[in-house]
């Protein structure tokens, strides 16, 4: 099992649309979560960190669920510039600065 | 402010030679840079974890011998990839943590290796 899981994607959606993207991560004992974004052959960058409470940021929105080791990702009206891939990323337990990438989930935002 | 350069961004070389990237920070002091590798359509993958004036220290399945990472200073490391083969055609990336700063982590823009 993978230590990141996320579906792959492609998500391709109008602009405008509300999506969400979900994300697993196998360890119970990861204490950082993030969601980063990659452009195509661009290096990673941080949209935002995960908090236990949930938080938001704009349009993004962020839950975690620790029971069920699960984050959730929500992007509210889509713009043509959200299309990316969308990296959940976990610290690997026992080294508080280790990140463990998930592969990403694709976005197409189309007119 | 917390910009992480990597130099070459792009870089051909044939079969067997070295190839040396660099990783700097420029506006912070980077105790910890790391290292990570990106094959097409998979995620980034750590190579290894650079302590300034320390040896790295390299996840299972990464070869130390082969991957040459010094981190001399406090705003650059680098990364060395001996004797180069075609699978080692990929994108490196780097990253760097400011000092006493644990859930900061600054990516440089990339290095595509083509190895020919």
């Known amino acids: 099992r993978k230590e990141v899981e996320q579906d792959p994607g492609p998500f391709n959606v109008p602009e405008g649309a509300t999506v969400a993207f979900n994300c697993t991560y196998s360890?119970?004992?990861?204490?950082?979560f993030f969601w980063y974004r990659q452009d195509c052959r661009k290096e990673p960058k941080l949209l935002m960190s995960v908090y236990s409470s949930g938080n938001e940021d704009g349009r993004f929105t962020a839950q975690l669920n620790r029971a069920s080791q699960y984050i959730s990702l929500l992007i509210r009206d889509s713009k043509l510039s959200d299309s990316a891939t969308y990296l959940c990323?976990?610290?690997?337990?026992?080294?508080?600065?280790?990140?463990?990438f998930g592969s990403g989930t694709r976005l197409l935002v189309r007119p | 402010g917390a910009v992480v350069s990597q130099h070459p961004s792009r870089v051909i070389c044939k079969s067997g030679t070295s190839v040396k990237i660099e990783c700097r920070s420029l506006d912070f002091q980077a105790t910890t840079m790391f290292w990570y590798r990106q094959f097409p359509k998979q995620s980034l993958m750590l190579m290894a974890t650079s302590n300034e004036g320390s040896k790295a220290t390299y996840e299972q399945g990464v070869e130390k011998d082969k991957f040459l990472i010094n981190h001399a200073s406090l705003t650059l490391s680098t990364l060395t990839v001996t004797s180069a083969h075609p699978e080692d055609s990929s994108f490196y990336i780097c990253?760097?943590?400011?000092?006493?700063?644990?859930?900061?982590?600054?990516f440089g823009p990339g290095t595509r290796l083509t190895v020919t």
């Open positions: 990253s760097a943590r400011p000092g006493g700063r644990v859930n900061e982590q600054y």
């Open positions: 990323v976990v610290n690997r337990p026992g080294s508080s600065y280790k990140l463990i």
């Open positions: 360890n119970s004992a990861s204490q950082s």
